[in-house]
């Protein structure tokens, strides 16, 4: 079995935060946001350049730079790079003498944006420009490389699509479509408090009433209406009700639920981002600083834009905006 060699290297991926579910989009609807990290991957086949496994890590999650090869861009980078050597047209292998991983966090970690898919899909990214047979691992075998990894398409999609996205899987595989939504800016309320994605899943019921499903299924569609076609915060109030699973978790991040509450009675369009406890609310930094004692202190007020290109290498590559629609 012969090497791949890499097509070159240094590769520098961007990936942009995402917000899943944005209310009664459960494991569905996902939006791109305006915070990012940055991503830097050297791979030395030969060891030439330099051998060994270096990991460094600058803002958030620096505690997990230890990890070395169960650090999740590293894991990621593997399983991409087997993914395509199963595509290549000569067996080739995945083994590396040299991996120097440089990553610039600001996505914050276990709070509902969607730190593990910005971290798999910039693996994913990553590989494909650096495995000389990367142009076989296309946008569809990329999304479900990532779906597979990260459990569910809700996050991975906005973060390789941009923009808003509606994922769903199939027999063959997840699948995306991208929409452009008319949403000027969100604002982020992140706590200090962390939230594990797998004990937010264990407060779900196995089943629901099928009036609170069938309710879903009418907000969900109306919210897809609503941010594509601007139809202002009164439809959006109602377009983001959800029953199937913000209330399941809010004893787990009481002060979120609360702070949902007391948005929503003012009239602001929130929800809880993915599986919170972030609380993510479709308005402006002007009006929520105009709320003053209503929204309280103990929480980092991050105005966002909606990101319109997902994960893409940065200018001194040449893959593009991210994957396509």
Known sequence: MSRAGTARGPVRVRVPATSANLGPGFD????????????????????????????EVDGEGAEVAERGERHL????LRRAFEAIDER?????????AGLRLRCVNRIPHSRGLGSSSAAIVAGV???????????LLDDDAALALATE?????????????????????TPSGPRLVRLDPKVEQVVAFVPET??????????LPD????????????????????????????????ATE??????YRAPAMPESAALVETLRAKGVPAVISGAGPTVLAFTTASQVDSMGPEVGNGWHKHPLDVAPQGARVQPDGSDGPGIRP
Do not use: K, M
């Open 125 to 135: 990214v990553a590989a494909r420009r650096l495995h000389p047979h990367g142009h």
């Open 73 to 76: 861009i590293v894991s990621t």
């Open 28 to 55: 569905s609807l996902g939006l791109a946001l305006s915070l990012y990290d940055d991503v830097e991957v050297d791979v030395d086949v030969d060891g030439r350049r330099f051998t060994g496994l270096s990991i």
């Open 207 to 238: 089943s629901v009433p099928h009036a609170d499903a069938a309710a879903n299924a009418g907000r969900a569609a109306l919210l897809i209406a609503a941010l594509t076609q601007g139809l202002g915060p009164e439809v959006l109030l109602d």
């Open 242 to 247: 959800d029953r199937l699973h913000q209330s």
């Open 149 to 169: 990894i990260e459990g569910h398409p809700d996050n991975v999609a906005p973060c390789l699509a941009g923009g808003l996205t509606v994922a769903w899987t």
């Open 194 to 203: 962390r939230l594990a994605t797998e004990r937010a899943r264990g407060l």
């Open 88 to 96: 290549a047209p000569a067996a080739v292998g995945t083994d590396w």
